[in-house]
């Protein structure tokens, strides 16, 4: 249903306190027309985390971390199979 909105002073229009804290992105395909659409968004620094080589060695790491749980180190063991003394 569209929905008459009158841009303020400011440059600013509200578009309902339902969307309070939303993360929106408005698209502007022409002058005077605007696609604004609600999601999450991925920040510019996270992106490596999507690609695919990223997300799949991730993917493997959560798998092994779910099926290897934390263990006590033996600190003597691991110096000796680095060959470190």
Known sequence: ????????R???ITLG?????????IDQPEPGVWIIKT????????QWLHAAK???????AVSWAENNPPAE???DK????????
Do not use: T
């Not at 999601?39 to 996270?46: L, M």
């Open 54 to 60: 990223a997300s799949e060695k991730l993917r493997k």
């Open 78 to 85: 691991l110096a000796r199979k680095m060959k470190i003394e």
């Open 1 to 8: 249903m569209p929905l008459l909105k009158i841009i303020g």
């Open 39 to 46: 999601g999450r968004f991925i920040p510019d620094s996270e």
């Open 17 to 25: 306190k339902e969307y309070a804290g939303c993360q929106v992105i």
């Open 10 to 12: 400011s440059g600013q």
């Open 73 to 75: 180190s033996d600190i």
